[in-house]
Each structure stands twice: as C-alpha cells, then as structure tokens.
C-alpha cells in the first residue's frame, strides 16, 4: 500500500501529518498511542522532578497530594489505551514509578512496586482496567452516553434457575477474529465486566462500586493476601494446658519458598528430561501416582500369575543425597548435571555394598 504525503485542495498541496491532536489526546497512523505516552511521560516526570527538588519542605500527605494533582494525565482518556502495545504502558508505569519515588524520597532505582502499595496507587494496567468498568456501569445503568449503550447486549442465560442466590448480568461479548478488533469498546466492555466479581457488580451505588472495584484490583495487582488456611493445633496431651510444651510444632512452607522451588525445579527437569524414565512421576506435571502404583502392581501380578519369578528394588535417593555436602552439591550440579547421577550412582553401589 502506497503511502498519501499530501492532499492536493484547491490547487494547494497540504502535508499528511502522521499524528493528530484531538481533545488532548495524540492519536497516531496506527492508533499505537506511542506519541501520546511520550508526552504524558514527559509532562509527569517534569513534575517529578520538580517536587523532589522541595521535597524536604513537604510532609508526605502534601507530597502525594501534589503528584496526584500533578499526575491526572495518566488518568485522562487512559480507556484508550485498552489492548494498547505494551511498550506504550510500560512508558507510562515508568512515570508513576518516578512520581512515587518522588513523593517518598526513594532512590531513583528502588523498586517502585512497594512503594505504590504504600501509597495505595493503582498500576496503569489496572488503572485502564478500572476506567473502563466505570465507565461500563454508568452506560449500563443511566443509558448515558446512548453511543456506549448501544454496544452492550445483555447475555441471556439458556436456562432459567431456581436459585435464591442474585446472578449478576452480564454483557454478550462479540466474536472478533484480529487483536486490533479486540480494542474496541464493543469486545472491552463485556470481557472487563464479566470478569469483575459478583459483589461488584451487584453494588447499588456508583461510590460503592467504586470502592469495590478498587480494592479488588488492588489486591488483584499487590497480592496483599498471599495464603489463607484455618490451622488446628495437634495436642501431645489431653487436653493441652500449655502451648508452649503441650502442641505440636507446626511448619509452613513460606509461599514465596513454594514459587522459588517452583522455577529451580523447572530449570532442574529441563537439564535432565531426556535421562528420566518414562514412568517417573515425582515432580512431574501431569504424572499421577496413582497410575504407577496401578501399573507396578499390574506387572507384579502378571508375574506371578504365569509363574515368573518377580524381583523388586527400592532405593533411597533420598540418604545420597543427605551424604553430600549441599554446597557441593549446588556448585557441581550447575556445573555438569551428569557428574551428580554419577555420584548418585557411586554412593548407592557402595551402601548397597
């Protein structure tokens, strides 16, 4: 496709230009908003660091306040930017994270994801997120802007229950076949809305639906509930009239010890895939126990049944590797995975004697 340059109007030929103001908002050729962020980011960061050149004269509810006030061009029209590149959000995440450096005179590196919890700021993301539901709720429910109305199609369920529990109404979403398509209000309004929980969309009043809905992607986007569990304490004695001597201890694993062990072992069954045998199911995703244990006993059976002699071995990897040093035994695994099966090998050959 040949490129226009310019447009010829009354003998006169006006220049095509590749970006176009409107209402405050640069709209580029291929609506990518990268020539919008560059100037919002330009903005908020002049701001930035003009209020950690007085930051030492304000007290920290000033200071917020003033990047709030100074920063609302994050928030202006950032419905946009739904399904927008993501190097354009990131663009501008990069400037709230200087706002809020700024405001608690972090140092320019330090990561900015605790400090926007600290001051209850939303992310970009969530704050498109959250535009956008609003904006969704007040079209639903006033019919007001009646060119937003038009494109939210209430789902019809298929069937009628006799539930007493409210069901939520949700939006019909559209089928669209390009990402680009996918931008629209028509397919972002019913995919946001229907993935809100139900007591968020069932709030009466616009205040406390937005309440809601921002704790809910608060906590959604700083993970301020990691685990929850209802813990009973095993008693030595009957009844226990100490805690301190008369319980039980109880050991739970951190959750961020559950994540790490997570990707050290996926970095682990990558090394060593190929040497496992196909009928491992340890730390496998996808292999069950039950279906080993169910084979094993299915060749143990037909063993015996036609008269085979069935021989069985168990080892222990677990005492191997209790007998290596676990600094050692980090530096060579990195190192080369095959010496440690070696090792392994070695040190069972010479238990079992």
């Not at 045998?277 to 084979?295: A, C, E, I, M, N």
Request: net charge positive; proline share 5%.
């Amino acid at each position: 496709m040949t490129s226009i340059d310019y447009v010829e109007v009354a003998v006169v030929a006006l220049p095509v230009a590749t970006t176009l103001k409107s209402l405050d908002v640069i709209l580029d050729q291929r609506l990518t908003f990268n020539e919008h962020a560059t100037a919002v980011v330009k903005s908020c960061n002049y701001h930035a660091r003009a209020i950690r050149h007085v930051r030492h004269l304000l007290t920290e509810s000033v200071a917020q306040t003033l990047a709030c006030s100074r920063n609302r061009r994050l928030d202006y029209c950032n419905s946009l930017l739904y399904g927008a590149p993501e190097a354009t959000v990131d663009k501008l995440q990069r400037a709230q994270n200087n706002a809020a450096r700024a405001v608690l005179s972090a140092n320019g590196r330090a990561d900015a994801r605790p400090l926007l919890r600290q001051l209850h700021w939303l992310p970009v993301c969530q704050h498109i997120f959250y535009k956008t539901a609003v904006l969704v709720r007040r079209a639903n429910t006033t019919g007001v802007p009646v060119y937003l109305k038009e494109h939210l199609v209430q789902r019809v369920p298929s069937r009628q229950t006799c539930s007493a529990v409210p069901v939520a109404p949700l939006l019909s979403v559209p089928r669209l076949t390009t990402d680009f398509a996918r931008r629209s209000f028509s397919y972002a309004a019913p995919v946001i809305w229907n993935s809100l929980p139900t007591e968020v969309m069932l709030c009466d009043l616009e205040h406390g639906f937005k309440r809601h809905l921002k704790t809910f992607l608060f906590n959604c986007c700083h993970q301020t509930v990691w685990k929850m569990a209802n813990v009973l304490h095993l008693a030595k004695v009957h009844p226990p009239l100490s805690i301190d001597s008369d319980l039980r201890p109880i050991a739970m694993t951190p959750t961020i010890s559950k994540h790490l062990e997570a990707i050290v072992g996926g970095f682990i069954l990558e090394a060593v895939a190929d040497k496992l045998d196909p009928k491992q199911f340890g730390g496998l995703k996808g292999r069950s126990t039950t279906r080993v244990l169910v084979d094993m006993l299915h060749h143990w059976h037909a063993g015996l049944d036609s008269g085979v002699s069935t021989r069985v071995l168990f080892i222990d990897f677990a005492k191997a590797v209790d007998d290596i040093d676990h600094n050692e035994f980090v530096f060579v695994f990195r190192c080369n995975y095959s010496r440690i099966l070696y090792r392994f090998v070695f040190q069972i050959k010479r238990d079992i004697g």
